[in-house]
């Protein structure tokens, strides 16, 4: 175990009816993190991040957050955690101050800290229910954060919200990972993990198929780049033999004037320093790279974890 580990997951199993959920998962968070679980539907996220708040018992492994154990040593860790689950409500007629004493007890002052950190110092007499999305996340935050945890755990904290609402959410984990707040965050929402995350688990059948930085999970699954750009037709076929033999150059196919150059991620390079040379700047010059959902699809999809049933 890592002495920065604020979780320390080793050999973690759950079963239902004897359909495993999550398979001899191991998983680390260290002290200031920001990590996403990600991976489809039922890949095992949510029971994972329930057991490792002792929500739900493990069938077997260990599991240590902040030095305890979240079954036996619940009591002491439920004041060190701020968790924000799929099945989080309010009464629609709790207000925003009236949900803030109930959670917060007498940390009154820290609470009006909160909610104007978060924005929402204006809406303390609005009712839960005439809250928009994003603004009841944004309260969710609030509530996890009251007791100062040492670790947030966020599932699906954006799920079903609109683009703006989406946007003022990441905008307020974007604070916590900007204050050092150790978080863990479950989404099948790919952007958010890239826009987040420090680091990502992809997770597949309740086992980890890969994990690193986002930029690292897209250069080892999805490392390939397009560039495409009108060319005229003039001494085309030489320019197009020319453009095949320039360094991770896959392939060139062209469709009347467009030119589309694929390849290894140096292509982009290679292909501009070429147009450069032969001093053409397209006006339509497009590249087009991967993203980690690109890369998620490759690795789900790839036949050694289709082998080794880790698919």
Same mark, same amino acid.
């Given at each position: 175990?890592?002495?920065?580990? *604020?979780?320390?997951?080793?050999?973690? +199993?759950?079963?239902?009816?004897?359909?495993?959920?999550?398979?001899?998962?191991?998983?680390?968070?260290?002290?200031?993190?920001?990590?996403?679980?990600?991976?489809?539907?039922?890949?095992?996220?949510?029971?994972?991040?329930?057991?490792?708040?002792?929500?739900?018992?493990?069938?077997?492994?260990?599991?240590?957050?902040?030095?305890?154990?979240?079954?036996?040593?619940?009591?002491?860790?439920?004041?060190?955690?701020?968790?924000? /689950?799929?099945?989080?409500?309010?009464?629609?007629?709790?207000?925003?101050?009236?949900?803030?004493?109930?959670?917060?007890?007498?940390?009154?002052?820290?609470?009006?800290?909160?909610?104007?950190?978060?924005?929402?110092?204006?809406?303390?007499?609005?009712?839960?229910?005439?809250?928009?999305?994003?603004?009841?996340?944004?309260?969710?935050?609030?509530?996890?954060? /009251?007791?100062? &945890?040492?670790?947030?755990?966020?599932?699906?904290? #954006?799920?079903?919200?609109?683009?703006?609402?989406?946007?003022?959410?990441?905008?307020?984990?974007?604070?916590?990972?900007?204050?050092? +707040?150790?978080?863990?965050?479950? #989404?099948?929402?790919?952007?958010?993990?890239?826009?987040?995350?420090?680091?990502?688990?992809?997770?597949?059948?309740?086992?980890?198929?890969?994990?690193? +930085?986002?930029? @690292?999970? *897209?250069?080892?699954?999805?490392?390939?780049?397009?560039?495409?750009?009108?060319?005229?037709?003039?001494?085309?076929?030489?320019?197009?033999?020319? /453009?095949?033999?320039?360094?991770?150059?896959?392939?060139?196919?062209?469709?009347?004037?467009?030119?589309?150059?694929?390849? @290894?991620?140096?292509?982009?390079?290679?292909?501009?320093?070429?147009?450069?040379?032969?001093?053409?700047? &397209?006006?339509?010059?497009? *590249?087009?790279?991967?993203?980690?959902?690109?890369?998620?699809?490759?690795?789900?999809?790839?036949?050694?974890?289709?082998?080794?049933?880790?698919?």
């Amino acid at each position: 175990m890592k002495s920065t580990a *604020v979780v320390a997951v080793r050999g973690l +199993t759950k079963s239902y009816g004897g359909r495993v959920v999550v398979d001899h998962l191991d998983l680390d968070v260290d002290a200031g993190e920001v990590v996403g679980l990600i991976g489809a539907n039922g890949a095992g996220k949510t029971t994972a991040v329930e057991c490792i708040q002792g929500l739900r018992r493990p069938d077997s492994g260990t599991i240590s957050v902040l030095g305890l154990d979240p079954v036996r040593d619940a009591g002491k860790l439920r004041p060190l955690i701020g968790s924000q /689950l799929q099945s989080s409500g309010l009464p629609d007629r709790l207000r925003v101050a009236e949900a803030v004493e109930l959670f917060s007890g007498r940390r009154a002052r820290d609470a009006d800290l909160l909610l104007e950190r978060f924005g929402l110092g204006h809406r303390r007499k609005y009712a839960f229910g005439t809250m928009s999305g994003g603004e009841r996340q944004r309260l969710f935050l609030v509530l996890a954060l /009251l007791n100062q &945890p040492r670790l947030v755990i966020l599932d699906e904290l #954006t799920q079903g919200l609109d683009p703006s609402a989406r946007r003022e959410v990441w905008s307020a984990v974007s604070q916590l990972r900007e204050a050092g +707040t150790t978080v863990l965050l479950v #989404t099948h929402e790919l952007d958010e993990a890239e826009e987040l995350c420090e680091r990502v688990v992809a997770m597949r059948a309740g086992q980890v198929l890969d994990a690193g +930085t986002p930029a @690292e999970l *897209v250069a080892r699954h999805a490392s390939w780049a397009t560039v495409r750009f009108a060319l005229p037709s003039g001494r085309a076929s030489e320019s197009l033999d020319a /453009l095949r033999r320039l360094p991770g150059v896959a392939d060139v196919a062209r469709y009347g004037d467009q030119v589309t150059v694929h390849g @290894e991620r140096s292509v982009i390079a290679h292909a501009g320093a070429w147009l450069v040379s032969r001093g053409r700047i &397209p006006d339509d010059l497009r *590249v087009e790279v991967p993203d980690l959902e690109t890369a998620l699809l490759a690795l789900l999809d790839s036949p050694a974890h289709h082998e080794t049933g880790a698919a």
